[in-house]
């Protein structure tokens, strides 16, 4: 054997080892989802295969049960769509701003884009949980889908895609004698088209799992998103690890499923800022 | 005249960036500057607001609670720099090499728990780390002898815990940041080297190294956003904002805290001052440092 041979097993033994580690966790959620919630409160979360403690039951509960799971569920699908939408086309139309022209304070304006990704929007908490409540959008999920709608990491992947886009296609569109946002609309939004896919791919991830924001502004049971549903399921006063680990469980799968249908799109979308092209 | 105006070449671009100037004065400058006023005023969510001065501030240097968390932000931080910084590099260079099986299932697995929200990671940590004897990472220590440990209830073995959750969530993530980083390094540069006798460790300092440094410095800029602005993997660990002695209590939950909790709006918005403050120091060294500044001029 080669020392080329020794070097590919080492290597595929060590990231083995390491991707076992990694999938633990998801296993563990898995079997305790098939076990009674009594079982996770008296031994913890653990890796105990043991067919005979194992039942469909939390399962049956999930679909069958009275809880407003899949209230929240619907609910997190359908703000998730709405947030997606709009911000990739409000983000998609600033960028092209930002890509296609010349203008007085255009330099300004995309430092503040920059500057966004690097305040933490915690602070602004509590200023905007005070707007919110006087703008009477307490409870409402316009006050979660606004503040994000020009999303800055959004815009800034955006242009980075438009720089590769030649300026004479937007000139010939000039010539023929279309008009600005016909030339937008028409030429540059079609060719836009792989950069969507995995804009709406990351930002539809975070807003799947996003929490904090909409944990401060909604309070109806009913308008709850899954996070939040779940996140209410752990009380002070007792869990319901029943619904609350099947719950994970299946939260997971959705969002798992579009990612193995298009890794490549989640990929490219984490990684746009990474690099400079 | 008023659809010339507006479809001129001169008029256009403002109509097409109008949303984000919205969007960035209602949802940003607004807040931000409200939130400066904030700080300097007593304010309780539906009375009228009253003008103290510095009295937030003064009040804030003296808070020993509010100095816990800064230090708690503070090592998070630290640690999933040291963490999620050199190992995922390392993990990208190998498995970046030639020789290598499975990449792309490698690729996709790291992957998976970022696809987790923090509520449902939160929830498989906690149960994870639990005091039972059988909980998961007890019940693996058991085998090598050790008594069961109660991770949650002390400070270092909560934040083995919390480190733990942002280290399995946030590996396969920045291990792709680097990779997509190594694609733009030319092969040539690597044959060359070899052909010097440069070995492997050489090649990785002289070569990879400062190539992968605009990578590099996006992760770190992210990383110390996150660690700095870190409240939720402690909320959901501790199962709510309050944790033994404060001991998982971060920047943003003693914000938190102080505004949502107690009602205590004006000195919390200090609080996030203070946080602007440290995170804008922090992340404009470092930049300035690696030399980022210079090269956007050129």
Same mark, same amino acid.
């Given at each position: 054997?080669?020392?080329?041979?020794?070097r590919?097993?080492?290597l595929?033994?060590?990231?083995?080892?390491l991707?076992?580690?990694?999938?633990?966790?998801?296993?563990?959620?898995?079997?305790?989802?098939?076990?009674?919630?009594?079982?996770?409160?008296?031994?913890?979360?653990?890796?105990?295969?043991?067919?005979?403690?194992?039942?469909?039951?939390?399962?049956?509960?999930?679909f069958?049960?009275?809880?407003?799971?899949?209230?929240?569920?619907f609910?997190?699908?359908?703000?998730?769509?709405?947030q997606?939408?709009?911000?990739?086309l409000?983000?998609?139309?600033?960028?092209?701003?930002?890509?296609?022209y010349? *203008?007085r304070?255009?330099n300004?304006?995309?430092?503040?884009?920059?500057?966004i990704?690097?305040?933490?929007?915690?602070?602004?908490?509590l200023?905007?949980?005070?707007?919110?409540?006087?703008?009477?959008?307490?409870?409402?999920?316009?006050?979660?889908?606004l503040p994000?709608?020009?999303?800055?990491?959004?815009?800034?992947?955006?242009?980075?895609?438009?720089?590769?886009?030649?300026?004479?296609?937007?000139a010939?569109?000039r010539?023929d004698?279309?008009?600005?946002?016909a030339?937008?609309?028409?030429?540059?939004?079609?060719? $836009?088209?792989p950069?969507?896919a995995?804009?709406?791919?990351?930002?539809? $991830?975070?807003s799947?799992?996003?929490?904090?924001?909409?944990?401060?502004?909604?309070?109806?049971?009913?308008?709850?998103?899954?996070?939040?549903g779940?996140?209410t399921?752990?009380?002070?006063?007792?869990?319901?690890?029943?619904?609350?680990?099947?719950?994970?469980?299946?939260?997971?799968?959705?969002?798992?499923?579009?990612?193995?249908?298009?890794?490549?799109? *989640?990929?490219?979308?984490?990684t746009?800022?990474?690099?400079?092209? | 005249?008023?659809?010339?105006?507006?479809?001129s070449?001169?008029?256009? !671009?403002?109509?097409?960036?109008? !949303?984000?100037?919205?969007?960035?004065?209602? /949802?940003?400058?607004?807040?931000?500057?409200?939130? /400066?006023?904030?700080? =300097?005023?007593?304010?309780?969510?539906?009375?009228?607001a009253?003008?103290?001065?510095?009295?937030?501030?003064?009040?804030?240097?003296?808070?020993?609670i509010?100095?816990?968390?800064?230090?708690?932000?503070?090592?998070?931080?630290?640690?999933?720099?040291?963490i999620?910084?050199?190992? #995922?590099?390392?993990?990208a260079?190998?498995?970046n090499?030639?020789?290598?099986?499975?990449?792309? /299932?490698?690729?996709?697995?790291?992957?998976? #728990?970022a696809?987790?929200?923090?509520?449902?990671?939160?929830?498989?940590?906690?149960?994870?780390?639990?005091?039972?004897e059988?909980?998961?990472?007890?019940?693996?220590?058991g085998?090598?002898?050790?008594? #069961?440990?109660? =991770?949650?209830?002390?400070q270092?073995?909560?934040?083995?815990?919390?480190?733990?959750?942002?280290?399995?969530?946030?590996?396969?993530?920045?291990?792709?940041?680097?990779?997509?980083?190594?694609?733009?390094i030319p092969?040539?540069?690597?044959?060359?080297?070899?052909?010097?006798g440069?070995?492997a460790?050489?090649?990785?300092?002289r070569?990879?190294?400062?190539?992968?440094k #605009?990578t590099t410095?996006y992760?770190?800029?992210?990383?110390?956003?996150?660690?700095?602005?870190?409240?939720?993997?402690?909320?959901?660990?501790?199962?709510?904002?309050?944790?033994?002695?404060?001991?998982?209590?971060?920047?943003?939950?003693?914000?938190?805290r102080?505004?949502?909790?107690?009602?205590?709006?004006?000195?919390a918005?200090?609080?996030?001052i203070?946080?602007?403050?440290?995170t804008?120091?922090?992340?404009?060294?470092?930049l300035?440092?690696?030399?980022?500044?210079?090269?956007?001029?050129?």
């Amino acid at each position: 054997m080669n020392t080329g041979t020794l070097r590919k097993i080492l290597l595929f033994a060590f990231f083995s080892v390491l991707c076992l580690l990694i999938l633990v966790p998801f296993y563990a959620v898995t079997i305790a989802s098939f076990k009674p919630g009594e079982d996770l409160i008296r031994y913890g979360l653990n890796l105990r295969f043991d067919l005979s403690a194992m039942s469909l039951d939390n399962f049956v509960f999930l679909f069958t049960g009275e809880h407003a799971y899949f209230t929240w569920f619907f609910n997190s699908l359908l703000l998730t769509v709405v947030q997606v939408v709009l911000t990739l086309l409000v983000s998609a139309t600033v960028a092209y701003g930002f890509s296609a022209y010349e *203008f007085r304070g255009k330099n300004l304006l995309f430092v503040c884009v920059l500057l966004i990704m690097m305040v933490p929007f915690e602070i602004l908490l509590l200023p905007l949980y005070t707007l919110t409540f006087n703008m009477g959008l307490m409870n409402s999920y316009s006050a979660i889908i606004l503040p994000g709608v020009a999303s800055a990491a959004t815009i800034f992947f955006f242009r980075q895609y438009l720089r590769g886009i030649p300026k004479e296609m937007i000139a010939a569109g000039r010539v023929d004698g279309a008009n600005e946002y016909a030339i937008y609309v028409r030429l540059i939004l079609p060719v $836009m088209k792989p950069s969507f896919a995995a804009m709406a791919i990351l930002n539809g $991830m975070n807003s799947w799992n996003n929490f904090l924001w909409p944990f401060m502004v909604l309070s109806d049971e009913n308008k709850y998103t899954l996070p939040i549903g779940l996140k209410t399921l752990l009380t002070p006063y007792g869990n319901n690890y029943d619904l609350l680990i099947v719950g994970s469980f299946f939260s997971i799968l959705p969002i798992l499923a579009l990612f193995l249908g298009f890794q490549k799109y *989640f990929i490219d979308g984490m990684t746009a800022g990474a690099v400079k092209g | 005249m008023i659809k010339n105006f507006l479809y001129s070449q001169k008029v256009a !671009p403002y109509v097409f960036v109008l !949303p984000f100037v919205l969007v960035f004065i209602i /949802f940003w400058v607004y807040p931000l500057l409200s939130s /400066f006023g904030m700080s =300097f005023q007593k304010v309780t969510l539906g009375q009228e607001a009253s003008f103290i001065g510095a009295d937030n501030y003064t009040k804030l240097m003296g808070d020993t609670i509010f100095f816990k968390a800064v230090r708690n932000s503070a090592v998070y931080m630290i640690l999933t720099l040291l963490i999620l910084i050199p190992f #995922p590099m390392l993990f990208a260079v190998l498995i970046n090499s030639k020789a290598m099986w499975g990449r792309e /299932f490698f690729k996709s697995s790291f992957f998976f #728990p970022a696809l987790t929200s923090v509520v449902v990671a939160g929830t498989i940590f906690r149960l994870m780390f639990g005091e039972m004897e059988g909980s998961l990472i007890n019940s693996i220590l058991g085998v090598f002898g050790v008594e #069961p440990i109660k =991770f949650l209830k002390g400070q270092t073995t909560g934040f083995i815990a919390l480190v733990a959750l942002a280290s399995w969530r946030w590996m396969g993530v920045n291990m792709l940041y680097f990779l997509s980083g190594l694609k733009n390094i030319p092969d040539d540069y690597y044959e060359a080297a070899s052909i010097d006798g440069a070995s492997a460790f050489q090649r990785f300092t002289r070569i990879t190294i400062p190539l992968l440094k #605009p990578t590099t410095i996006y992760v770190l800029t992210i990383s110390i956003y996150a660690g700095l602005a870190m409240f939720i993997e402690s909320m959901m660990l501790w199962n709510g904002n309050n944790s033994p002695k404060n001991i998982g209590l971060t920047i943003v939950g003693y914000l938190y805290r102080q505004g949502i909790e107690k009602n205590n709006l004006g000195y919390a918005a200090a609080v996030g001052i203070v946080l602007l403050i440290i995170t804008m120091v922090i992340n404009l060294t470092q930049l300035a440092f690696s030399g980022m500044f210079k090269k956007e001029e050129d």
